[in-house]
């Protein structure tokens, strides 16, 4: 019978890092004159310096396999560059789009972790899933466009956050099936140095690019911003990241999904504190009729 601390360790784990994760819209709007390329290159180099001294030992004892190296190459180009990209990208037109509604459109995740589980893990889907899965879908709608109206005057705006945001779902849900087949078999601590690594590694051209600022040379953070990522490093992003996958090894998918489910709800107060932004009554309404759907899903991957 399983130690009934070891059980509770895992989830714990992953309410800290949803927690840590809720603050990170709100520290990176402060770096919204910064290209988004800059922000993901600049946030993962720390990290990774951070890392590095730590985890080193661990590195040089583990041996990869073929797969893992590919399932690591598809985390850091998924996970670690396109989802942290869009994301940050979306935060970036909060004129179009509040951060509450670039976190409610993240929770769409799991219905792209549940296809690529799909695909890639051969995994049924059941014929419930599709339509919690739609439910879903229509609610993330009315969660963007209050009462269901586009704007003429921010509508085009507001479509492009919200593609970016539901990018960054795609990228991170899709990532979720990678790195729990990946964590099955390499140390969290190895699995997270090398997603920072590669994710670093990648971004480096497309930091050459388009990390330049308009009418200048390639954009350089100022000293105050360098703290700001200093501060993702070490809360939201890498130390986040780490205790995520601490978490993750030791839970179930579906369990962690629903655990998941606490930060944008979290986010949504910190942005009504800090930024005095407010959901309408249609939204709030969509919001919770899209976490309920979410929640139907991963009662049904429970049951698979």
Do not use: C
Not at 96 to 116: D, E, R, W
Request: a positive charge; charged letters at 10%.
């Amino acid at each position: 019978m399983e130690n009934t601390s070891t059980s509770y360790t895992g989830p714990i784990f992953i309410l800290i890092a949803a927690t840590l994760w809720a603050f990170d819209g709100l520290i990176r709007q402060h770096l919204y004159t910064l290209p988004p390329i800059t922000i993901i290159f600049f946030e993962h180099l720390i990290g990774l310096l951070l890392l590095s001294p730590f985890v080193y030992k661990y590195v040089l004892e583990t041996k990869l396999t073929k797969r893992e190296w590919w399932l690591i190459v598809l985390i850091a180009i998924l996970s670690g560059l396109f989802g942290t990209l869009w994301f940050t990208t979306a935060l970036g037109k909060v004129h179009f789009i509040s951060i509450s509604v670039v976190f409610l459109l993240q929770k769409l995740q799991p219905i792209f972790a549940i296809s690529t589980a799909r695909i890639f893990l051969k995994e049924k889907i059941d014929r419930r899933y599709i339509k919690w899965a739609l439910l879903a879908i229509i609610s993330a709608y009315f969660v963007t466009f209050p009462n269901g109206v586009v704007n003429l005057q921010t509508g085009e705006g507001t479509i492009i956050a919200a593609l970016y945001a539901l990018g960054a779902a795609f990228a991170w849900g899709s990532s979720t099936t990678f790195s729990k087949m990946l964590l099955g078999k390499v140390d969290f601590k190895v699995s997270t140095f090398y997603r920072f690594l590669f994710t670093l590694i990648f971004a480096l051209p497309l930091l050459l690019l388009f990390g330049h600022s308009a009418g200048a040379g390639l954009a350089i953070p100022s000293m105050t911003q360098f703290e700001l990522l200093a501060l993702i490093a070490v809360s939201t992003g890498m130390v986040a990241l780490l205790i995520y996958y601490k978490g993750l090894a030791k839970t179930p998918v579906h369990i962690s999904t629903i655990l998941e489910l606490t930060f944008p709800f979290i986010a949504i107060i910190l942005d009504m504190v800090v930024n005095h932004t407010m959901l309408s009554a249609s939204q709030w309404a969509a919001a919770l009729v899209l976490v309920f759907s979410i929640y139907q899903i991963a009662k049904l991957r429970e049951q698979n």
